[in-house]
């Protein structure tokens, strides 16, 4: 276990940890560009030297182990020089376009110049090297090559977390620049995260380009409901707009996020997300909607089907779950769904494409309910006349639903999630607009917070379950989304 | 330091007090002043503003109604960076940006609108505009309206020509008291790389 000196302060470190590591451990901040902490060690911005005791030269911090006895400095005059020094080659060809790039706000260059050199450009701006800018890479980035400065995270990334080697540097020294190889698309699925680990302007993303500068942008920490992975990530909203998706890289589930998780913020804001009832075809407004639905549930009564899902979360499945047992009275309502789980592609995506498969069953564990099977069977055999759930579990009894051709009744946050042959259809409040509850595939718990209100006049599921129920002159006395979880046990 | 005036706060004197003589005193200023402005209405210190305006005094250096700045083929030279919005103290300003798609300037702005309603005229986008696209050099005071909607500039409304036609930076710049005529070869510019490409762009078309 060596034992060394940063800045004064000494620190025990295990074997093999790096100078900038132990740096971190102690608190001393050593400016970076190519180190990220989950791609292997480069070394090649140079902007992370140190000052060793008798080392003749000053060393690289992310690459050089700790070593007893070192003693180092991060605020020699050497240092400082050296960063100065680091920064001004790094802008000789800078465009210093920042006016039009998104990167601005949050953008390497701009901070580190500000907190590490502040020198006036020596070079004129005629005799900067041009190349190639605005260059779409795949369906999700733009690369721009005047603005990389070569720090080749965005390479590292694709040969060693997605293993796709799509980008390559290219050419030698001055003529260098970061490249697709010929005939590869930059579209593995995970390939925003390279605008994240950018960090300067040089990759930005074509979905977030020119919507918004980044210091307008609040942040809500959230999480990724695309599948059962659960993934920590934060909402960047302003003005009740979400305008992108990031990770909130943490040592449980995730650093990255995969494109899919990234876009899936997308529906809130589409063209057709609910803010009426549908019946049949028709819009409708909210209350009648309810009214409606309410009196085609008290026609059927016992022979109402009520099936969770395992898309909503554990407050609104129980609230479905009180519906069935407290309100209609029924004894055909199902909280049983099980999918494989499990890291399909070795990265993040998961085999279960619901976020919340765990969840419900905790929510069956405490009302009971009868098999999806038996639903299928029970709709089948035409036993059951109206089935109340959620869009894309309906999807899961299709087929019984088709053959018995019994009335289906939805909620919906998008008109496109509507299956065909569906009488009515009530809006909620997303996930994005609402709290809500889910347990992810390793089995943590998982909270969203809304970064967004919900269209005027759409509730949470609960809530609008609570009214279906008072309509019907049955009170499941739910006022809070708490209320709904009483008897569920979380662990 | 500051500075001290005695205020001689009199009590009122009986007379004073009924107020009744005072009332027609008042009444009486206000009746000269009447029948004055009715029989010599040339002699009317008042305006009908906004219909009628002053003419303002020639070297006076005046924050007055924006305009955006163009680029000789007409196209705005704001790129749309958000600084004037970012800077605004009475958040009048309200921008969407939009991409060109073969111009060599990537970004302009597809909205631009100042809500003089809100506008206190400070001058801060001008300050903060890193391209020298927004000026307050039209010598026009923004007037009354009637709605708020006519209150609100767009980007049309905000590129309109200056009054003596001369709508290209160069001329508007002599006004505002310095001089940001093309950078010489041996001075680059330091307005930033939009303004560059912009440059480089016109050059290209041979226009500069």
Redesign the interface.
Known sequence: MPKLTIDGKSIEVEKGTTLLAAAQQLGVYIPRYCYHPKLSISGNCRMCMVEVEKAPKLLTACSTEAAEGMIVSTTSDKVKAARRDVLEFLLINH??????CDQ?GECGLQDYYMDYSLAPSRF???DKVRRE??RPVGPHLVLDKERCILCTRCVRFCSEVTKTSELEVMERADHSYIGLKEGKALDNGYSLNIADICPVGAFTSRDF???S?V??LKKVPTVCLGCATGCLIEAHHNENIIYRLVPRPNPDTNTWLCDHGRLTYKSVQAGDRLSKGVIKNGLIDLEPALREVASRIDEARTSVAILGSPWLSIEDNAALARLAKDGVKTGSYCFDFNSEQGIKDGILINKDSAPNTSGVKAVGAAHGGIKLAELSRRITAGEIKLVLTEARAAGLIKQALKSAGTRLIVFAANRGEIPPDTYATLPYASYFETPGTFINYQGLRRRTEPPVKAPEGVKPLWAVVNKLAAYSGDSLRLESAEDALEGIELK | MISVKKVNNKPLNLLERIYLREIARGIAVTTRHFFTNLLNPKGMPTIRYPEQTRPLPGNANLRTRHRLKMRSDGSPKC?????CQ?ACPAYCIHIE???YTENT???YPAVFDIDLSRCVMCGMCVEAC??DAIAMDTREIPGGALTREEMIMTKESLLRNLPDGSAHAQSGNARSGYDLTTPS?EE???K???N??ANEYLKSRGEE
């Open positions: 465009p210093l376009d920042c006016p039009i601005a004129r701006m005629a800018k605005r380009r020119f919507k500068r210091w307008f | 790129v749309a960076c958000f600084m970012t940006a939009a991409e300037v990537e970004k890193p391209e070869e680059p510019s330091r930033g790389a939009a560059r490409l």
